[in-house]
């Protein structure tokens, strides 16, 4: 084999190995700039779930008045109102709705507090969800502010109590100025024997009623 020949060979393997080793270095700076390409896009789509649920927990926290307590929305009446988990909610409607969200006459309570939340009737409407009078025990009731949606409302209710039993018990009502519904409120506690005192019953109840907002 002449010299020639052998040079032409030689020169052939070193382009060879040239070329190789070019595209491999292409094919890495490729590859890096790929991997740092899918890096940047998988930090932003982390930042925008954070973000969302960031966003997310602000407005459940502005939504919720309460911490810890439920939400009641009512697709009839359009309000909002929260109670606290171990209160429960009956549809007192008559008839009866077909499911509670449209109910007509909501009862939201436990042994010791309620809030009646009824639609306002009309002037020529009769009164099936609010109560029409009381016993020949009961007597006018002390004047108090409650708030509701923002708004405070002054009423006088009904009260009648044995106070060297321990035992208390009132109702009052408010027509929020938005015109959908009627409230009524009240405590029944016995501070002798049972487990709350008339003030936390009654702190319990006017933060329910705060709670209540007009809603579409």
């Known amino acids: 084999m002449s010299e020639k020949t052998i040079l032409i060979i030689v020169l052939v393997i070193l382009g060879t190995l040239i070329l190789a080793s070019g595209s491999y270095?292409?094919?890495?700076?490729?590859?890096?700039?790929?991997?740092?390409?899918?890096?940047?896009?998988?930090?932003?789509?982390?930042?925008?779930l954070v973000e969302s649920d960031e966003s997310q927990t602000s407005d459940e926290s502005e939504q919720t008045i309460n911490s810890g307590w439920l939400e009641y929305k009512n697709y009839s009446n359009k309000y909002r109102i929260e109670y606290p988990s171990e209160a429960k909610i009956t549809d007192m409607s008559d008839p009866a709705a077909e499911n509670i969200e449209y109910s007509s006459c909501l009862k939201i309570s436990t042994e010791n507090y309620y809030v009646l939340i009824g639609t306002a009737p009309e002037d020529d409407d009769p009164i099936t969800c609010f109560r029409t009078g009381v016993g020949t025990d009961w007597g006018q009731g002390p004047t108090e502010t409650v708030t509701a949606a923002g708004m405070e409302y002054t009423t006088t209710g009904m009260h009648t109590e044995a106070a060297s039993a321990g035992y208390y018990q009132d109702f009052f009502m408010i027509s929020p100025v938005d015109g959908r519904v009627k409230i009524e409120y009240g405590t029944d506690v016995n501070e002798k024997y049972g487990s709350i005192s008339k003030v936390d019953a009654k702190e319990i109840v006017?933060?329910?009623?705060?709670?209540?907002?007009?809603?579409e």
């Open 25 to 48: 270095a292409g094919y890495r700076f490729w590859k890096h700039n790929q991997d740092l390409k899918e890096q940047e896009k998988n930090s932003a789509e982390n930042e925008e």
């Open 206 to 215: 006017h933060k329910i009623i705060a709670s209540y907002s007009p809603a």
